[in-house]
């Protein structure tokens, strides 16, 4: 059993910056972030798999850029230009599954707590 937790999110100003992170307890193949907007349903942001295959979500592309320590476990989000439409509560997750993409990590077990991101005008 995989244990994720996230750290970084908080209160930041449209086009402001936030970089998350993501401490898993061991490896995992894919890794990546998903979010929730009160009253939306949960959505994948990123994923990237441990030979670096990166997937984005058309709403952040350009301006989010996953990354990952695999020495160390851990899973970044560096969030750029942030809008308000940003504002979610960001989750962590993994699985082993092939091919990452959003629609597997959303099918794992292995989820963070969440870490909350406020963008405000």
């Known amino acids: 059993q995989v244990q994720l937790v996230e750290s970084g999110g908080g209160s930041v100003q449209a086009g402001g910056s936030l970089r998350l992170s993501c401490a898993a307890s061991g490896y995992s193949y894919c890794m990546g972030w998903l979010r929730q907007a009160p009253g939306k349903e949960r959505e994948g942001v990123a994923t990237?798999?441990?030979?670096?295959?990166?997937t984005y979500a058309e709403s952040v592309k350009g301006r989010f850029t996953i990354s990952r320590d695999n020495g160390n476990n851990t899973l970044y989000l560096q969030m750029n230009s942030l809008k308000l439409e940003d504002t979610a509560m960001y989750y962590c997750?993994?699985?082993?599954?092939?091919?990452?993409?959003?629609?597997?990590?959303?099918?794992?077990?292995?989820w963070g707590q969440g870490t909350q991101v406020t963008v405000s005008s």
């Open positions: 997750a993994a699985s082993e599954s092939y091919p990452c993409y959003s629609g597997s990590l959303r099918l794992s077990p292995h």
């Open positions: 990237i798999a441990s030979d670096g295959w990166t």
